[in-house]
């Protein structure tokens, strides 16, 4: 089954505890992205990566780092968390072209830092 | 920058009842539009994509229309079931050599029995 997934789904940490939001997808996209969606702001993206070892930053990557060594994978790093990144994340891929092709969502990362 | 807004914020109607979701853009410089749907606490489902050379797409009871000049997209929902109860969000793919993805804030629809 075509799917991309997330983990964890839930997570309650503390500021300032190093975290990793793990992604991955089965269907050899080459596009990858993270947004994070806010009461009253929408989704908003926060890196995304066209392919294998080309990553850029999206809207608000700041207190956020991306990796993308291989393909399936594109983990999402908060190397110091903080209260105001208490959100609800989500990982997307799309085949091919990002200009022709449809995303593909996870189911969410729900975040809450203390 | 561009900027995407969906009206209205919330949308009720009672079962069977065709509807039109509303999305508009501020820059036509798109490579493509999407909708969306998103149920409570799940990831978002792609519904419908719009190339920029394209007027009009449709899946079943959905059908989406693009209109690039004007900066507006509609969805058209026939005969509204409980099931279709959710939000829905309108997303553009800028050009210009950014491959960024504009979201709106989304319709919340509710479909009463």
């Known amino acids: 089954e075509a799917q991309v997934t997330q983990n964890p789904r839930y997570l309650i940490t503390v500021t300032g505890k190093k975290l990793t939001v793990t992604c991955s997808q089965n269907?050899?996209?080459?596009?990858m992205s993270w947004y994070r969606q806010d009461p009253g702001l929408g989704l908003r993206q926060i890196y995304y990566?066209?392919?294998?070892?080309?990553?850029d930053k999206g809207d608000v990557p700041e207190g956020y780092k991306v990796s993308r060594k291989e393909k399936r994978n594109f983990p999402l790093i908060l190397e110091s968390p903080s209260p105001n990144q208490t959100s609800l994340y989500f990982c997307a891929s799309t085949p091919g072209s990002v200009y022709t092709g449809e995303l593909f969502f996870g189911e969410g990362s729900r975040l809450t830092v203390l | 920058k561009q900027e995407v807004t969906q009206i209205p914020a919330a949308l009720s109607v009672p079962e069977g009842e065709n509807l039109v979701l509303n999305c508009s853009f501020t820059?036509?410089?798109?490579?493509?539009l999407q909708w969306f749907r998103q149920d409570p606490g799940k990831g978002l489902t792609s519904l419908l994509l719009i190339q920029s050379s394209q007027r009009e797409q449709t899946s079943g009871r959905l059908n989406a229309s693009l209109d690039k000049s004007s900066g507006r997209s509609t969805l058209y929902i026939a005969a509204s079931q409980p099931g279709d109860s959710a939000t829905y969000l309108c997303a553009v793919m800028n050009q210009g050599g950014s491959e960024k993805l504009v979201f709106g804030k989304g319709t919340k629809l509710t479909v009463n029995p």
């Open positions: 990566s066209m392919n294998v070892e080309v990553t």
């Open positions: 269907m050899n996209h080459e596009y």
């Open positions: 820059d036509s410089a798109i490579y493509n």
